[in-house]
């Protein structure tokens, strides 16, 4: 019994950068929470969403990843979707920067925040419209069969996929689903509702076409030896219902959340108000 755990907690490919990272995100968030009140509900989403991470990226999990196409897909959700989408509901911010030590604030986090790199990265990764493109093109670049088989032949471009997968999903998801007006959120209440139905459009389409086909549109999955063995097309069968269904599950329920942030703000007199137009002056009698 405590093998068959063992062989499932240690990682399939060890990262000390990954390790490092997650650690550090989790050391911060604790000391964070116990600093400011932070709701149950909020820490439960973070740490879901923490825990899917580490289960996706460093544990035995991503051995079968790499060898069944249905698998890979699941991973490819829980990093792009569902772990992202829960942790940025928890609104993780506010909680990580006052777990930060003070000097640590003002000699690492206030100058980098400041420096013209950041400024650059962040106003590119959080424009809307290049986070949004992103968001569909890295599920659609990586279903490619030619650039799947480069991903599964190179380690290097198979860690470049799942980060590219994960920090898009962090992009996209951390403007969709703000909680602030427009201004200073990047895009509008409306659009944050509307966004979802615009990007899985393509996944749903994607999806239907890995599901209704009948040759095997992946065989670099044969050729790095396959975890089951049950028919190849099942298999990808069952992934393409994977990008196809839940995938767009995922984004209703991001679509709902950002709705239902949108009448919060309403509710609230927080939207930002048309200008009213002028009444047209009444001419003087003569």
């Keep these: 019994m405590i093998a068959t755990l063992l062989k499932w907690i240690v990682p399939w490919e060890f990262s000390w950068i990954f390790l ?23 820490k439960l989403a973070f740490w879901t969403g923490m825990a899917i991470i580490y289960l996706s990226l460093h544990t035995y999990l ?38 930060m030590p003070f000097s640590w604030r003002i000699r690492l986090w206030l ?29 659609l670049v990586w279903l490619i069969p030619s650039m799947q088989t480069l991903a599964m032949l190179d380690w290097r471009i198979y860690r470049f996929m799942n980060w590219s997968m994960l920090i898009s999903g962090f992009a996209y998801w951390s403007l969709v689903l703000d909680h602030r007006p427009h201004p200073p959120g990047r895009m509008t209440a409306g659009l944050r509702v509307l966004s979802p139905g615009i990007t899985m459009t393509p996944q749903i389409i994607a999806g239907a076409i890995i599901t209704f086909s009948h040759t095997d549109l992946y065989p670099i999955f044969e050729i790095c030896g396959r975890a089951f063995t049950f028919n190849v097309l099942t298999g990808q069968l069952i992934g393409g219902v994977i990008i196809w269904v839940p995938s767009a599950l995922l984004e209703s329920i991001g679509a709902m959340m950002a709705l239902r942030q949108w009448l919060r703000l309403s509710r609230n007199g ?12 009444v001419s003087r009698s003569t």
């Design 62 to 99: 991503d051995y079968f990843a790499e060898h069944e196409f249905f698998v890979h897909r699941i991973q490819q959700l829980l990093l792009h979707h569902l772990a992202p989408l829960l942790i940025v509901t928890a609104f993780p911010g506010t909680a990580l920067r006052a777990g």
């Design 270 to 281: 927080r939207l930002p108000r048309r200008p009213q137009p002028r009444r047209a002056e």
């Design 20 to 42: 490092a990272t997650f650690v550090l995100t989790c050391v911060l968030y604790w000391r964070g929470s116990r600093r400011m009140s932070v709701s149950f509900s909020r």
């Design 111 to 139: 100058p980098l925040r400041r420096s013209w790199p950041w400024r650059v990265v962040t106003g590119v990764l959080l424009n809307p419209t290049v986070a949004t493109v992103l968001f569909i093109a890295f599920i």
